[in-house]
């Protein structure tokens, strides 16, 4: 993972996961004192997102396991954003010493390592080297050799993550020797000194003793995210107003109970939910976009129209709220406003399904304008 270039001032930060070493809370007022923001989940306004380390844990322990860990960083690299790690996140806010100096490329690791690129990066991204990014250090490339063995011996990148935090810190691990095996059932346990002793990733995170604790906000809003993306809409609108009634300043905790109330039918509790998230979060696009699609099904169509502007003003590389509001102005009978939204989607988004059906639009338009002027 090359080196992001970080700085807190003006930064959004959105969070996967709860950090494994500091409390999110916390993370946060530094964030802000710093002159940055801190949220729990991501938004269009996210520019870094930062990868708690809980998140292995959980892959551990669910169907998806750590291709859903995969997608999730592939998206966010998709979506142009820079990926941090915790400790990265950590050693940016001045919350955690930063390693000796070093002189490592991430090329120069791969190719004396034999550690694939994809792996390498995965596995900095969870800190299982001393650097979470290049440079990389000397240590870093022990380590690397060995996780490239373990690796060949049937390991997988997620096994070793959540192994290796557990002996202390990695860089300790480069004086001992690593192996996997099949002992309890597991193909790809990672044990130390041939197997006495078990670096047992799975119990790095004890979920269950947690449960039973005193619940707090990142398991709340993680379980309710949870719930969410199961399509329990109902039990994950009950978590998030837990997570609103812990901190009640969260807008994408509204954001996210008010899509789904919105989902299990309850228009006026979703609007109310939309609304305080805009309150809390004046510049929350996706806020302003789904408070106006909600206003649309309602055949609330003005109030409809004064959200959809609001969207665009806000961020207006935002495809969506355009597209919408074309098809409000071509169904009110604008047809020359429609045309100028259409062109400009289409000036955002030439390719998608959507872009289609907008060049179908500007064609029909163009059409009945002639017969006009004809």
């Not at 690299?77 to 930063?98: D, Q, V, Y």
């Not at 080297?129 to 060949?152: M, N, Q, T, W």
């Not at 003005?302 to 665009?312: D, G, M, N, W």
Request: charged share 25%; hydrophobic share 45%; with cysteine.
């Amino acid at each position: 993972m090359t080196a992001p270039a970080v700085s807190v001032p003006g930064a959004v930060f959105g969070t996967i996961d709860a950090l494994a070493a500091f409390p999110l809370r916390l993370a946060a007022r530094e964030v802000e004192r710093q002159h940055g923001q801190l949220r729990r989940g991501i938004t269009r306004r996210t520019t870094h997102v930062v990868f708690g380390r809980t998140v292995l844990a959980k892959a551990g322990l669910t169907k998806s396991g750590d291709a859903g860990i995969e997608r999730r960083v592939a998206a966010e690299r998709a979506a142009g954003r820079t990926l941090i790690s915790e400790n990265g996140f950590l050693r940016l806010l001045g919350l955690m010493k930063a390693p000796e100096a070093s002189s490592l490329s991430r090329q120069s690791l791969i190719e004396q390592s034999r550690l694939s690129g994809a792996d390498l990066d995965l596995l900095s991204l969870f800190d299982a080297f001393e650097h979470d990014c290049e440079p990389y250090s000397f240590r870093d490339l022990i380590l690397a050799r060995k996780y490239a063995g373990l690796v060949a011996g049937g390991a997988t990148w997620g096994a070793i993550a959540r192994s290796v935090h557990r002996s202390g810190p990695v860089a300790s691990l480069t004086a001992k020797s690593l192996n996997v095996g099949s002992q309890h059932g597991r193909p790809d346990a990672i044990y130390l000194e041939g197997g006495q002793s078990e670096l047992d990733g799975q119990l790095l995170f004890d979920l269950g003793a947690a449960a039973q604790g005193d619940d707090t906000l990142e398991d709340l809003f993680a379980e309710a995210e949870a719930a969410e993306e199961g399509g329990d809409h109902d039990g994950a609108a009950v978590l998030y107003q837990r997570c609103l009634a812990i901190d009640p300043s969260d807008a994408i905790a509204a954001f996210n109970r008010a899509n789904c109330l919105r989902a299990g039918g309850h228009a006026a509790d979703a609007a109310h939910d939309y609304a305080r998230a805009i309150k809390l979060d004046p510049a929350f696009v996706e806020a302003w976009f789904n408070l106006a699609g909600l206003m649309s099904e309602q055949g609330r169509d003005a109030s409809a129209r004064r959200h959809l502007h609001k969207a665009i003003a806000l961020d207006r590389s935002y495809a969506d709220p355009v597209f919408n509001l074309a098809r409000l102005e071509f169904d009110a009978g604008n047809l020359p406003e429609a045309r100028r939204l259409w062109v400009r989607y289409l000036e955002l988004d030439a390719e998608s399904e959507w872009a289609g059906v907008a060049a179908r639009g500007v064609q029909f338009v163009d059409m009945q304008l002639a017969r006009t002027a004809g």
